[in-house]
């Protein structure tokens, strides 16, 4: 018998929408010119690319100036981190388990003559406000917080960090990777210095993300070449991805109420269901806000390798709650820094719904998780 594959991985990606395919279709025939040529070709992408900009900005709680296109997430976050960073020496502060992203900017960074420092977390992964007195403010020159966490959906509460560095006048860059078409995220409400997002974490498609750069705020560019984004970043910029990113966020901002909660109530479903039939199970960061679609949750005494494979074969695609180097498992540093034993990250696996996914995926999918866990418990 065949098994109908379930998709609960999309915290790593989504699925791009029909609309959003149909979308770049459309673009990649009416705006393949270059945006910058005078001639009526470039213009029509200019329209396109600008319209864009303006759509994103609105939804995203900021002004057109404020947003630059990039390639992905990940360029953003080191377009930001390079660009506070360059030229200058002092501290970095960031929080433990921050996206591979962001720590290896901030070492590249440590490695050109910056410090880097962690902000501590309580054992539901959230920051802990009572060291933000504590923080060497004077020589701090760029704070660095993960909004929406990837591996917990862990939202942090940043408003008491957002006014320390806006007191201090220290750039604060958040990773809104996971954040943005999940969760409302208003840019100018927040208060930090530099916003990152990423297309395909909202059923947009890949090679296309974001940068919003507060107004005022002015750094070196990540790549030259060239003057496109106000000479903010070289390169032409992809008006076919940009214009399919833009139709993705609005899908999600034309229903994200509705959203949420279906999502909100297929991901609890899910933990209650795998708590019901397979504990003992830690569900982390189960006492914090987390993102409506994440999961993650340890099964104690089972290795998190072993988890992973059997839970591919019953075709449940998900993830794993640790990183794999020199071919073996390592505990993963979000979850460490909460507090918790390397044992129990080692067991932990990441399930992440969408809107795509139905209930009745989720209840199979329980079914197949609490077989394989009990199967491997002997």
């Known amino acids: 018998m065949t098994l109908n594959r379930i998709y609960l ?36 992408a200019r329209r396109i690319l600008e319209d864009s900009r303006e759509q994103i900005a609105s939804m995203l709680g900021a002004d057109a100036s404020e947003v630059v ?11 930001a981190i390079y660009g506070f960073t360059a030229g200058r020496t002092g501290m970095i502060a960031l929080t433990a388990g921050e ?24 054992s539901n992964g959230c920051l802990l406000q009572d060291q933000l007195t504590e923080l060497p403010w004077e020589q701090l020159k760029l704070v660095c917080v993960i909004l929406a966490h990837n591996e917990t959906g862990v939202i942090q509460e940043i408003g008491p960090l957002a006014e320390r560095c806006r007191q201090n006048r220290i750039p604060l860059l958040l990773d809104a990777v996971q954040a943005v078409g999940k969760i409302p995220v208003h840019f100018h409400s927040l208060g930090a210095s ?66 949420h909660t279906q999502i909100q109530r297929m991901r609890d479903r899910l933990q209650e269901r795998i708590m019901q039939k397979c504990g003992p199970c830690i569900v982390h960061g189960v006492g ?38 020199s071919g ?15 044992e129990v990250c080692t067991s932990s696996v990441r399930f ?16 197949r998780i609490s077989a394989v866990v009990r199967r491997l418990r002997g």
Request: proline share 7%; hydrophobic share 40%.
């Open 194 to 259: 530099a916003l990152a997002f990423g297309s395909h974490k909202f059923h947009g498609p890949r090679g296309v993300g974001g940068l919003l750069l507060r107004r005022g705020v002015h750094i070196p560019p990540f790549l030259e070449g060239g003057h496109q984004e106000s000479g903010r970043r070289a390169g032409t910029e992809a008006v076919p991805l940009i214009a399919a990113m833009t139709t993705a966020l609005q899908l999600w901002y034309q229903d994200h109420a509705d959203r």
């Open 9 to 44: 991985d999309n915290n790593a990606t989504t699925r791009v929408f029909p609309e959003v395919a149909e979308r770049l279709r459309v673009c990649n025939e009416s705006a393949f010119a270059n945006p910058g040529s005078q001639h009526s070709f470039g213009r029509d």
């Open 288 to 325: 914090a806000n987390r993102l409506p679609n994440t999961l993650s949750i340890a099964f104690p005494g089972i290795p998190g390798e072993a988890l992973l494979v059997n839970l591919h074969l019953q075709e449940v695609a998900c993830s794993l709650g640790s990183t794999c180097a």
């Open 328 to 342: 073996s498992a390592e505990p993963a540093p979000a979850l460490l820094a909460m507090g918790l034993p390397p």
């Open 352 to 367: 992440t719904v969408s809107i795509q996914n139905t209930m009745s995926e989720i209840e199979e999918a329980a079914e």
């Open 69 to 79: 296109f990039t390639a992905s997430g990940t360029e953003s976050i080191n377009t």
């Open 99 to 122: 996206h591979p992203a962001t720590v290896q900017a901030c070492e590249r960074a440590r490695q050109s003559g910056f410090s880097l420092i962690n902000l501590d977390v309580d």
